[in-house]
């Protein structure tokens, strides 16, 4: 019997993501195949327990700066830098992740989201803090961070650049990649890997299952994985 799942779409593959897999299950596919360094940092979770990020990656740079000054370039001399032209061009299904700053501020707040919900984003992952968040509960849009911070970035730090690679914990996420996050993590799948990858996690699923059955009816862990291959 042929379980291959197959999807046609980013809508069709988010959406059967949220209903079949959990995030550390695809991370044990991308472990299976050699990418033994995709999930950032462990303190970066959801907001709240049950929100779920999946959609592609939106890179987005920002850096500190110090007060409001008249520097030599163009970005020295908007508030916020490039931030606003970064939020209006998300795309459906994207996810706005941002990292480059020190931790003095929030990167993320509550008009942000609104604006991200009318633009079709999946969610958004701050390397840093977010602030609103009684605002963004309420629009329950998907949001990942170290935690909220009221402290405005306006005279502390500025988007440089989007849509470029960024450097998160260590894994490196372009444009087009997959954010996949839960309450247990967030996990970045490269696009050249993400077919083998998620056929893989539905097969691991459909497996799991079995192994679940079997140790509810008495089966021992040994001859559980001895059988299936999974624990």
Known sequence: MNNLVTWSSDNELFQLAKEKLF??????????IGYHHQFLAPGLKPITSDMVIIGRAMPVLEADFFGEHQGHTEISNKPFGMMFEALDDLQENEVYICSGSSHRYALWGGLM????MKCGAAGAVL??????TNEIERLNFPVASFGGYAQDQGVRGK??????????DGVLV????????????ILV???????????????????????LEALQGGMSTVDAFEKFGIM
Not at 113 to 116: E, I, L, P, V
């Open 159 to 168: 988007v440089i650049d989007w849509r470029v690679p960024i450097e998160v």
């Open 127 to 132: 390397h840093g803090f977010h602030r609103d």
């Open 174 to 185: 372009r444009n087009g990649d997959i954010i996949f996050g839960d309450r247990d993590g």
């Open 23 to 32: 995030v550390a299950l695809v991370g044990d596919i991308l472990d299976k």
């Open 113 to 116: 989201s609104t604006r991200a």
């Open 189 to 211: 799948i490269p696009r050249e890997v993400e077919v083998e990858v998620f056929q893989g996690a539905f097969e691991k699923a459909l497996g799991e299952n079995e192994v």
